[in-house]
Structure formats: structure tokens, C-alpha cells
């Protein structure tokens, strides 16, 4: 069994493939396989099926997509003949550690994505009726224990101290089940309404930057850059690396930058356009001291994955040059985009120091490539 599921439902609970007729415990269609899940919806809930709308892909997943949530939402998917798990769940498992935490009974549904280091179980939990009650989150690594917990200090910091035009999750609950970190957050209200921003939001990014403050400093010498000045060898999993080398050495630490807050994952994936404000969530990322403008490097090169290094290196610049803008503070954008290469560059490094996936080594090389478009830049600044 999937090593996730195993731990969120441990024994005496049971999880197995299921064919025929619905025969006891739990059921759930299983996306895209019962092998290899990585979207489990609850059957006879109502509106889970809106949790199909958050699995991506192309034109016939989508259309495959849509044929799974008429299935589910007529009631169908417990008789069609679909991927589906049953679970017989433990009296003192999951379910009933967020039922205690929330005060009611509780239905859920699991999200875990392609497999990656930072792999944790994310879990919506709903209200027998349909009602998206909360996001809880379980940490089932050594990787995944300091993002909760980062998380669940972010969100206490943010509730004492909210940023104008961004609305954050409310922390319900961090305890320990069976050993297991999990954090609990009330749901905010437009996170499955699909209304993802579809531009840069540069004031609610220069909204997070200011959040705790402004100060100018130079990189070196700073946490940041004792983080990320360190880029490795120059190979990594047999892959070049060397580029990542060349732009540390390249890039003038000693320049002064404005240094604030940011998100740390900031992406449409993580936010919604509310009626008054950008919602924001998944806030394990979250660093208070870090060069101003970082949110709008990631934003621009998680979209841009792929695309010709040399264009996504002038976007990514423009990108920053407008929070810094927006924060009325002064840095030089390619000096901030060439330090998030660097921070992007360590966090994948470290994340997965034992065994990159297909798709982490393509946005490595990729990286790479954008790393070497950005050097001539560099090279000018320091002129």
C-alpha cells in the first residue's frame, strides 16, 4: 500500500481495492489508480466531487475529469466500474482525532500529488453533509515535521499581525496523533471556487514583503545567504550543476538589498481571488528575513518551467522589479531574482538529496539553463 495511506490508516484500520458493489467501510474513487492514488474522494459526500477540479492535466484528463465528477456526483461511482478504495477505518484513527479536534463528525478526502520529498498527506475534511469544514495536514517524514511547524507559527503570526489585502487560514489545532504531527486550518471560503489570480498580485506580494517590517542590508552576512551561498559540487545526480557555481560566484553579495517576508511557495495553486481579498494558504515556506521580491521570482518561474531561460530571466526581473516597486523600497531586481535561484537551487537540493524524481531533475536543468542566462546580467551589475 502507498506509504501515506499506510500511515494515515494504519492498523486495525484496512484500506483495499474494491470492485462491485459498495459492501461496507468508507469508499472512495481512487485518482488516477488504486496503485498509485493521488487524489481520494469520499464517496456519498456531497460536493467532494469539487475535489476533482484540483487534479490538473491536460485536454483528455480534463474530460476524463469531468466524466469522474458526474459519476460521483449522481452517486454512481460506487457501483460504476472505477478505481475505488474501501476503508475500514480504526475507532481511534484519523477521522476521529479531527472529529474530536472540530467537534463533529467528519468525512474526508486525501490529497497527495506526484511523489516528491515534501510529500505529506493533505487532507479536506468535511461535514457528513458536503460542508468544507477545514485542511488538515500530516507529517509522515523528517522533511514534512519542520514545514508543519513552520506552517503553524506562520499562521499564529499572521492572526496577530494580518496583512492588508490577504486573507490567511485560521490555526485550529497542532497535535500529535499516533506520534504524527497534524495541523488543522479552517477552510477558507474561496478555496475551490477556482478563482485563482491569473496575473502577478503585486500588492498583496508587496503586502507579505512589508508584513514585518523593511530593512536594508547587504546579502552576505545575512541567514539568507548563509543558507544559500552553499550550492554544492558542481554536479548533482549526475546532472551539471556547475551553472548554479557560476552565478553564486557571479552575483555581488556584498550589494545591499531590502530584505522582508515572503510566502516561500507563492503560485495560483496556493491563492484565490476573495470578494475583498487575496486568499492565501500553505504557508510552510514562510521566512520572515529574506531579500524583498522573492514571492515574485518563484511565482514567475514555477509558471514558466520549460519555457527559453533567456525570456523567463527578463520576466522573473520584471516581476520582482514590480513588488519592489509596489514596497516603495530600492534593490536591484536581477540581484534579488539571481538570490531565489540560489534558494530554489538549495531547496531542492536538500529536499531531495537521496533520489530526485523524473520531473525534479527537469526543473533542475532548467533552472540550470536560466542560471547561465542570468550570468551577463550579473556581470553588468557588478560593473
Not at 97 to 111: C, K, T, Y
Request: include cysteine.
Amino acid at each position: 500500500m502507498n506509504a501515506s495511506l499506510a500511515a494515515l490508516w494504519p492498523s486495525p484500520a484496512v484500506v483495499r481495492p474494491v470492485r462491485g458493489l459498495r459492501t461496507g467501510g468508507e469508499h472512495y474513487l481512487a485518482v488516477p489508480s488504486t496503485d498509485d492514488p493521488r487524489l481520494l474522494v469520499p464517496s456519498g459526500v456531497p460536493g467532494a466531487d469539487r475535489m476533482l477540479a484540483r487534479h490538473g492535466g491536460g485536454h483528455r484528463k480534463r474530460l476524463v475529469r469531468g466524466a469522474l465528477r458526474t459519476a460521483h456526483r449522481w452517486g454512481l461511482s460506487c457501483f460504476a466500474p472505477l478505481p475505488r478504495l474501501q476503508v475500514t477505518a480504526d475507532p481511534a484513527g484519523i477521522e476521529q482525532h479531527l472529529a474530536d479536534v472540530l467537534g463533529r463528525p467528519v468525512r474526508v478526502g486525501v490529497l497527495l500529488g506526484p511523489p516528491r520529498a515534501n510529500l505529506k498527506p493533505v487532507l479536506q475534511v468535511f461535514d457528513p453533509d458536503g460542508t468544507v469544514l477545514a485542511f488538515a495536514k500530516v507529517a509522515t517524514s523528517a522533511v514534512t515535521v519542520p514545514l508543519l511547524l513552520t506552517e503553524a507559527a506562520a499562521l499564529q503570526r499572521l492572526a496577530r499581525e494580518p496583512v492588508p489585502g490577504v486573507l490567511t487560514p485560521v490555526l485550529l489545532d497542532l497535535a500529535r496523533w499516533r506520534d504524527l504531527p497534524v495541523l488543522v486550518q479552517v477552510a477558507l471560503p474561496s478555496a475551490q471556487s477556482g478563482r485563482q489570480p491569473t496575473a502577478l498580485p503585486t500588492a498583496a506580494l508587496a503586502a507579505i514583503t512589508a508584513s514585518g517590517g523593511l530593512r536594508r542590508t547587504p546579502m552576505r552576512g545575512s541567514a539568507f545567504w548563509a543558507e544559500v551561498g552553499d550550492v554544492g559540487p558542481p554536479s548533482w545526480h549526475d546532472l551539471d550543476t556547475s551553472a548554479m557555481l557560476r552565478l553564486r560566484d557571479a552575483l555581488d553579495a556584498d550589494t545591499e538589498c531590502l530584505f522582508g517576508a515572503w510566502h516561500g511557495d507563492f503560485g495560483p495553486w496556493n491563492a484565490a481571488c476573495g470578494p475583498d481579498r487575496l486568499e492565501v494558504w500553505d504557508w510552510e515556506r514562510f521566512d520572515p528575513d529574506v531579500p524583498a521580491g522573492l514571492d515574485a521570482a518563484h511565482w514567475r518561474a514555477q509558471l514558466d518551467i520549460g519555457r527559453e531561460p533567456a525570456a523567463s530571466w527578463q520576466a522573473m526581473c520584471r516581476d520582482v522589479g514590480a513588488v519592489l516597486d509596489a514596497t516603495g523600497g530600492r534593490s536591484d531586481s536581477a540581484v534579488v531574482a539571481a538570490g531565489y535561484l540560489l534558494a530554489i537551487w538549495s531547496r531542492y537540493r536538500l529536499d531531495a538529496a537521496d533520489r530526485p524524481t523524473t520531473a525534479l531533475r527537469t526543473r533542475v536543468r532548467w533552472l540550470c539553463r536560466v542560471a547561465s542566462a542570468a550570468l551577463p546580467t550579473l556581470e553588468e551589475v557588478r560593473r
